[in-house]
């Protein structure tokens, strides 16, 4: 039904950038809060940036505040990020999600339902 599906992720270098893109299928972004999240090893999933569209903010961690910038493009049916400056600590999986049309899941996406399974992204020399 309604899928997600993450790609964009790799290796780069400290300081280099990657922009990570979110592709929708069997449904649209458009009226739906997305968010991308992240997970390292051995620590808890965190919300990196969150487009919430009821209330039509845009929440970012503090980690990545200045560095990173989410957005989307109805057209396209994708939600981006785009990631500069990157750090070391960066390094994790990469996930989208997204929730049901018009649903309101706060300013740091939470509760979302549908989420795709993840892109890597290494930053290291």
């Known amino acids: 039904q309604f899928e997600l599906v993450e790609s964009g992720g790799g290796l780069v270098q400290p300081g280099g950038s990657l922009r990570l893109s979110c592709a929708a299928s069997g449904g649209t972004f458009y009226s739906r809060t997305a968010g991308w999240f992240r997970q390292a090893p051995g620590k808890e999933r965190e919300v990196v940036a969150c487009?919430?569209?009821?209330?039509?903010?845009?929440y970012y961690a503090d980690s990545v505040k200045g560095r990173f910038t989410a957005s989307r493009d109805s057209a396209q049916n994708t939600v981006f990020l785009e990631m500069k400056s990157l750090k070391p600590d960066d390094t994790a999986v990469y996930y989208c999600a997204t929730g049901n049309l018009n649903n309101d899941y706060g300013p740091k996406c939470a509760g979302l339902r549908y989420w795709g399974k993840g892109t890597v992204v290494t930053v290291a020399s």
């Open positions: 487009l919430n569209y009821v209330a039509r903010s845009t």
